[in-house]
């Protein structure tokens, strides 16, 4: 079996902006794999960004909720859209601006392990999961640019097992 991490993320509520991009995504270019091993992919329904990625699946509510801000100051800004590409497949995603997150993601792994490949922080907004080679003739400069988003709440996903499981504080 893979490994399976906990994510600590903080949900969003879904732009006008984000729901017009992602009304507009043609249905043809949208990766939905067969066997997906448990992962959604298409268009991202949950609108949220990760605070921290790949942590111990035995993490401490508790503790991580010590860690977090009032939820008002995790109000975050769009900053365009860009493109992730993996081997598998193009993530297509909004950058965000949110000083908390950043701070809180740094307070999060200073006290928790992350197992992630990826070191380097970058809040973003993931929209749709794209086949690969056809996200980037879905960037259009402008795009997402300067909207704001209302956080409307934490989100700690793990696993037990084999079965995900998500509270929502």
Known sequence: MEDRYA???VRYETPNAVKMIQNGLRKEDLYEP???NGWEYGIERDTHVTIAACLDNDI???EIQKLLSPL????ATLD???LFENKDFDVLKCDVKCEELVKTNKKVLSRFESHSEYKDYHPHLTLAYIKKGKGK????DGLCKD???KPTGFILSW???????NINF
């Open 159 to 165: 696993w037990e097992g084999d079965v995900q499981k």
């Open 137 to 140: 003739g879905y960037i259009t």
């Open 80 to 82: 365009g859209l860009s």
């Open 34 to 36: 067969e066997n997906d």
């Open 60 to 62: 401490d509510l508790n």
């Open 72 to 75: 008002g100051k995790y109000q």
């Open 147 to 149: 909207v704001k988003v």
């Open 7 to 9: 994510f600590l993320m």
